[in-house]
């Protein structure tokens, strides 16, 4: 294994760390409100946005200054984040579907 999938690996592993630790520490804060039925589904999708938000500047920024930070650690960090979002909104939505989608 080479250096550099090393790394790539390391930073997706701390990326899906990050991302559960995020949608804990957003469905206790939804839960502080008084939010209890939609906390677990309520955190999903304000962590899907503040992923898309953070992916979306922290790429822009650092894509020209720093092209190896980019492929190397943040594109693993980002992409190991996404992985348990999207896992809790897709079976958010397929558990209860008429919850969230319209009609």
Do not use: D
């Not at 906390?39 to 953070?54: H, K, N, P, R, Y």
């Amino acid at each position: 294994m080479t250096r550099n999938l090393a790394a790539k690996i390391i930073w997706g592993v701390t990326g899906v760390a990050a991302g559960i630790g995020l949608w804990f520490i957003s469905v206790m804060t939804l839960m502080t409100f008084g939010l209890l039925f939609y906390s677990v589904i309520g955190a999903a999708f304000l962590e899907l946005t503040i992923w898309i938000v953070s992916a979306l500047v922290t790429h822009k920024r650092l894509r020209r200054q720093h092209p190896k930070a980019v492929k190397y650690k943040i594109a693993p960090l980002l992409a190991g984040m996404l992985i348990p979002i999207a896992y809790i909104v897709t079976c958010e939505i397929s558990e209860y579907p008429h919850a969230i989608l319209p009609g």
